[in-house]
Each structure stands twice: as structure tokens, then as C-alpha cells.
């Protein structure tokens, strides 16, 4: 299976400022997505990254929050935008290798927004 | 939503097999049943899925029933490191982009000695 790396692994960062994550395979991809688990919780899903074209988010999230980019088959980002407390979660990406398959996740980014 | 309903914890003595039930009764005939697990500051890890047949690998057993209304994952001889939340989830049998996981509460299994 693709070897997934995110970057930053963490952060602590200002209300009001911006954080982009970055998420690296190390094959190419079919699908690339976004996911959000705040404290305690479940994983939920943002957005699907799509290659060449805008992402498709879930309801309750924003392309103004959360943009994201998805230059190649092997590469995406997720920006965390004018960020709150509330923000305060770890973002995964998570990848499918070719169509079917099971999805792989990265071991994510813990924001911690101050 | 989750499509399936799992318990909310369970124990397990090491060594032990560990059963864990789920219940998927509005599974489509194009839905797999998809296992993943979460160790603690980890993403998921995968561990098996299945559509109708029983699956086996080196990590765990997949039982789905008849009907495809349940299932359980079977970790033959549970260590500590088995400690983990799993989750339970259908997922489209063609994935893309309607291939997403939709992650419901999962069941905190807890390994003891």
C-alpha cells in the first residue's frame, strides 16, 4: 500500500492565523480525502481532494475554511483558515491507491489552536 | 451517518480471542464491510473487509452472516497491542469518489493481562 507522510506531524498555533498541511504519497493515487477527528471523537470527513479540480466538501465545511489543493496524483493540502479554538482537532489524509481499494491513513496533524 | 451499530467498549484477556460484533442491517447489496482499528495519537489502520464470504488475513477473520445484517472481527489471540478503538464500516464496493469511510463511534477494546 502507499506510504502516506503529513506534514507538519503537529502544531500550535494563534487564533486568527492560517495553517497549511501537507500530505505526500509515495506512489500515485486515485482518490485522496480529508478527514477531521476532534477530541474524543470519531473521524469526520471534509472534503474529497480532486486532481485537477476543486475538492467536494461535506456539509458543514467550507472551501473558505478549509481550501484545498490537489496539484498531482501524489500530493494535496489542506488549509486551516483564520483559525479558532474550536479548530483545535487532528487532520488525516486519506488515500486510495487505485479505484476499490481499502483506504490508508496518515498518521494525521494534531492542531492545537491557542 | 454510520451505517452500523457497534458496543461501545469491550475487554479481552491476552491470549484471548477477541470477538467483535457489528450490525449493518441496512447494507446495500454494493456494500462491503470494512474493518479498521485506531491506536492511540495513530490514524486507522486497515484490517480487513469483505462483501458476503468469510475473509481471513494475518491480522484477523472477517464473519459476515447470511443475510449480511452483522458481522464479526476475530483477532485470534489478542495481545496488549491490540488495544485499540475498531471501527465497523460499509463502504461502496467500487470506491472513488464515493468511496469515503463514514466513521461511526467504533468499539474501544481493551487488551488486559
Known amino acids: 500500500s502507499a506510504v502516506i507522510s503529513q506534514k507538519p506531524s503537529r502544531d500550535i498555533c494563534q487564533r486568527g492565523t492560517s495553517l497549511t498541511i501537507q500530505c505526500q504519497v509515495d506512489s500515485q493515487v486515485t482518490m485522496m480525502f480529508w478527514y477531521r477527528q476532534q477530541p474524543g471523537q470519531s473521524l469526520t470527513l471534509i472534503a474529497t481532494a480532486n486532481q485537477g479540480s476543486e475538492a467536494t466538501y461535506e456539509s458543514g465545511f467550507v472551501i473558505d475554511k478549509f481550501p484545498i489543493s490537489r496539484p498531482n496524483l501524489t500530493f494535496s493540502t489542506l488549509t486551516v483558515s483564520n483559525m479558532s479554538p474550536e479548530d483545535s482537532s487532528i487532520y488525516l489524509c486519506?488515500?486510495?491507491?487505485?479505484?476499490?481499494?481499502?483506504?490508508?491513513f496518515g498518521n494525521g496533524t494534531r492542531l492545537t489552536v491557542t | 451517518d454510520a451505517k452500523t451499530t457497534q458496543p461501545t467498549s469491550m475487554d479481552c484477556a491476552e491470549g484471548r480471542a477477541a470477538n467483535l460484533p457489528c450490525n449493518h442491517s441496512t447494507i446495500s447489496g454494493n456494500e462491503y464491510v470494512y474493518w479498521y482499528r485506531q491506536i492511540h495519537s495513530q490514524g486507522p489502520q486497515y484490517i480487513i473487509h469483505?462483501?458476503?464470504n468469510n475473509e481471513t488475513n494475518e491480522m484477523a477473520s472477517l464473519i459476515i452472516t447470511e443475510d449480511r445484517k452483522s458481522s464479526t472481527l476475530i483477532l485470534p489471540h489478542a495481545t496488549l497491542r491490540d488495544t485499540a478503538v475498531y471501527y465497523c464500516?460499509?463502504?461502496?464496493?467500487?470506491?472513488?469518489?464515493?468511496?469515503?469511510?463514514?466513521f461511526g463511534k467504533g468499539t474501544k477494546l481493551s487488551v488486559k493481562p
Open positions: 469483505g462483501l458476503k
Open positions: 486519506s488515500v486510495e491507491d487505485y479505484r476499490g481499494a481499502p483506504l490508508h
Open positions: 464500516i460499509v463502504r461502496m464496493n467500487y470506491g472513488g469518489s464515493q468511496g469515503n469511510l463514514i
